[in-house]
Nanobody, 124 residues
Framework: QLVESGGGLVQPGGSLRLSCVLS????????LGWFRQAPGSGREGISC????????NYADSVKGRFTISRDVAKNTVYLQMDTLQPDDTATYYC???????????????????WGQGTQVTVSS
């Protein structure tokens, strides 16, 4: 089970940190991805981290502004989001893939386990 938290309302230029807690399994066995979906749009893969934590990858739309990290002891993956803009407004999801390598920005159809999402709204 995956549970996201940390979403909310933030002004343009602000920051948020999302958390995704994996329960029932060890984070060390899974690659984790972050995705987002705005109303009327498809689900976009924005970042991932490999099962061993050695590889990370980002979509061009967030590169340089978002940072993914993990704490294996807490079974938690984080997404630090800085310099947020209105276009970042979306529901954000985390998802897991067994032994994921994260060689490129994540593709939604490859991930089997999903959280329920957390809303991020960037507005003044």
């Amino acid at each position: 089970q995956l549970v996201e938290s940390g979403g909310g309302l933030v002004q343009p230029g602000g920051s948020l940190r999302l958390s995704c807690v994996l329960s029932g399994s060890s984070l060390g066995n899974y690659g984790l991805g972050w995705f987002r979906q705005a109303p009327g749009s498809g689900r976009e893969g924005i970042s991932c981290i490999s099962w061993n934590g050695r590889n990370t990858n980002y979509a061009d739309s967030v590169k340089g502004r978002f940072t993914i990290s993990r704490d294996v002891a807490k079974n938690t993956v984080y997404l630090q989001m800085d310099t947020l803009q209105p276009d970042d407004t979306a529901t954000y999801y985390c998802a897991a893939i067994l032994s994921g390598l994260c060689r490129r920005p994540p593709e939604p159809n490859l991930f089997r386990f999903w959280g329920q999402g957390t809303q991020v709204t960037v507005s003044s």
